[in-house]
């Protein structure tokens, strides 16, 4: 995943970002260093955070796209995919996958249900 690096590049110590997002700098810790994975919310919170996208901060997505550079079609993909994240055990949901999510961000491939 990419918090750590994130992190450093808003030149924030674990213990700055603890205190911005309200969590533990220890928890952060253990996220970083792929000891404890982050519940699906807490990605979502994270990404929020940063500003950018949960496939690119899980590392599924290589391209970084700032949330707020997003053109009408990935805006909508987005909201499609927070509005998943939101429900009961999204990654029960068959079309729930990390790596197929980024690319249908990325190539704003939108399909209607």
Do not use: C, H
Not at 24 to 29: A, F, G, P, R
């Amino acid at each position: 995943n990419r918090i750590k690096e994130l992190r450093q590049a808003k030149g924030l110590s674990l213990r700055d970002m603890s205190e911005k997002i309200n969590m533990s700098y220890i928890t952060i810790s253990q996220y970083e260093r792929g000891k404890r994975e982050p519940k699906l919310e807490t990605w979502q919170k994270l990404a929020d955070f940063f500003r950018v996208l949960v496939p690119y901060l899980q590392g599924y997505v290589d391209e970084y796209i700032e949330i707020n550079d997003l053109n009408d079609k990935e805006q909508e993909a987005y909201e499609r995919i927070t509005d998943m994240l939101s429900q009961e055990y999204p990654q029960t949901r068959p079309e729930f996958n990390w790596s197929k999510i980024g690319q249908l961000l990325i190539n704003s491939d939108i399909t209607e249900e």
